[in-house]
């Protein structure tokens, strides 16, 4: 049974910082492209970071790169996001998701989800 938890959510004031962590189990991540995402309320979830299980490239969107670093610890079979210089526009339900192929910045392309960790950027 594949399982993708995540923790490391919280509350933080605008400027501050976090990370996440993905442990799973039942999957070997190095075999799996790990994406994050983010849901605030009222809104789509929306792509943030994923890292290619074949050859560990690392993609971001726009808005955040430079802020957010995607990572993964094979031996502990955990990713992380990294996240840097937080915004209130910031404030979602994280997600992470493994992809048995490549990144996809399409939800539906991930076969594997998380339950997803609160982020909350204010002051």
């Known amino acids: 049974q594949v399982q993708l938890v995540e923790s490391g959510g919280g509350l933080v004031q605008p400027g501050g910082a976090l990370r996440l962590s993905c442990a799973a189990s039942?999957?070997?991540?190095?075999?799996?492209?790990i994406g994050w995402f983010r849901q605030a309320p009222g809104k789509e979830r929306e792509w943030v970071s994923c890292?290619?299980?074949?050859?560990?490239?690392?993609y971001y969107v726009d808005t955040d790169q430079g802020r957010f670093t995607i990572s993964r610890d094979n031996v502990k079979n955990t990713a992380y996001l990294q996240m840097n210089s937080l915004k209130p526009e910031d404030t979602a339900v994280y997600y992470c998701?493994?992809?048995?192929?490549?990144?996809?910045?399409?939800?539906?392309?991930?076969?594997?989800w998380g339950q997803g960790t609160q982020v909350t950027v204010s002051s």
């Open positions: 039942g999957i070997t991540l190095d075999n799996y492209a």
């Open positions: 998701a493994a992809n048995g192929g490549t990144c996809y910045v399409y939800p539906e392309e991930y076969d594997y």
């Open positions: 890292i290619d299980g074949s050859d560990g490239s690392t």
